[in-house]
């Protein structure tokens, strides 16, 4: 009875797998032949006509140092005093040898907002209902709904956040503005400089002429800053495409656990 028993669980575990194999391809079969999110075509970008009437964002744009020069020697952001205080002790550790490296150093994501400052190219795909950025550093990507929807009421914490997009202005020259909420809470909004439960970026991305672009950014939060911070970047057009980046490879700028530069080759 047993030997039985023990047959017949054996063969209950072998149907049980089979049902499992069997369903799975329905289900997704299922998904597949739901129907199609429709969507708003008075909203520009909402349909590849009016895609074609949108600023051509075509190539790849890369911070242009040259007009950027200022932004390297900028002064910090007014912080409050609890982040001020976190802020010095930050710059009193680099003295000291320490923090000098971040953990980007360990090919760990920067997040938003320090993704779009990274010295790499990023590219701009048009979809409708859809802006996605190509980041070549650490192989990130953004995507910037243009639908018409609103930020979810409960977002994941993202490196990239949570972006809804509208556009403003008509013709080569209309503005993307782009607003960002729920970071992951490793982002940093600066060098040192953490950021609280309320971060909130807005970006106004414009086409300046055939060669430049133009990315104003507004950061808000209030456990941090003491006022808004706002900068304004410079990117060129340049030629050629993205490459491939794998960060872990070779690495030879890497950080130990009190940030000071070391060296690891994979």
């Not at 129907?35 to 890369?62: F, Q, R, Y």
């Not at 320090?114 to 795909?125: D, G, R």
């Not at 909130?200 to 456990?223: F, G, Q, S």
Request: charged share 25%; proline share 9%; aromatic share 8%.
């Amino acid at each position: 009875m047993n030997q039985h028993k023990t047959r017949a669980n054996r063969l209950a575990v072998v149907l049980a797998g089979l049902i499992a194999v069997t369903v799975l391809p329905v289900a997704m079969a299922d998904d597949a032949d739901a129907p199609p999110v429709k969507l708003d075509p008075s909203i520009p970008g909402n349909t590849w006509a009016s895609i074609a009437k949108l600023p051509d964002w075509s190539g790849i744009w890369e911070l242009d140092w040259m007009h950027n020069r200022s932004l390297m020697h900028a002064t910090p952001p007014d912080l409050t005093p609890e982040w001020q205080a976190k802020y010095n002790t930050y710059l009193a550790d680099q003295k000291k040898g320490e923090d000098l490296q971040g953990s980007s150093a360990n090919c760990f994501p920067v997040g938003m907002p320090q993704i779009m400052t990274q010295p790499y190219p990023i590219e701009f795909l048009f979809t409708p209902g859809k802006v996605t950025m190509i980041i070549e550093a650490y192989h990130e990507w953004r995507q910037v709904f243009t639908d018409g929807r609103k930020h979810s009421s409960d977002p994941d914490p993202l490196f990239q956040g949570e972006s809804i997009g509208h556009w403003e202005g008509k013709g080569p020259g209309a503005t993307l503005v782009v607003d960002t909420i729920s970071f992951a809470p490793t982002n940093q909004i600066g060098p040192g400089i953490g950021h609280g439960d309320q971060l909130h970026i807005v970006e106004r991305i414009r086409r300046l002429d055939a060669k430049y672009m133009e990315i104003t950014t507004t950061i808000t939060d209030p456990k941090v800053l003491q006022k808004p911070w706002t900068q304004v970047r410079t990117y060129r057009k340049d030629p050629g495409d993205l490459h491939e980046y794998e960060c872990e490879q070779n690495n030879r700028d890497s950080a130990d656990a009190e940030g000071r530069p070391g060296e690891r080759v994979n």
